[in-house]
């Protein structure tokens, strides 16, 4: 663990800066799931299946597939983003 020194009033800014980030990826995490299953139903397939099936080539390159690509990646790193946030302590 790497740890950073900061001035004692700078520790609030960094609180509330990360609380707000903290709601900011929440939203958005919420949005991308609620796309991702809208998807899931549409296609009558759960997004591990997709991507699997995507990534072995069977599905193609059309723009729904991408679509839904970059809905399932960016949901991922949020949720990476949001397991960082939990693990600072300040």
Request: no cysteine; net charge positive; glycine share 6%.
């Amino acid at each position: 663990m790497q740890k950073i020194l900061v001035n004692n009033d700078a520790l609030p800014i960094l609180r509330s800066g990360l609380m707000l980030k903290g709601r900011i990826l929440n939203l958005r995490a919420e949005n991308y799931l609620s796309r991702i299953k809208k998807f899931e139903k549409k296609y009558k397939m759960k997004s591990d299946i997709f991507i699997e099936q995507y990534r072995q080539g069977q599905l193609g390159d059309d723009e729904i597939w991408l679509d839904w690509l970059f809905v399932y990646e960016a949901y991922g790193k949020i949720i990476e983003q949001r397991k960082i946030i939990a693990g600072l302590s300040l």
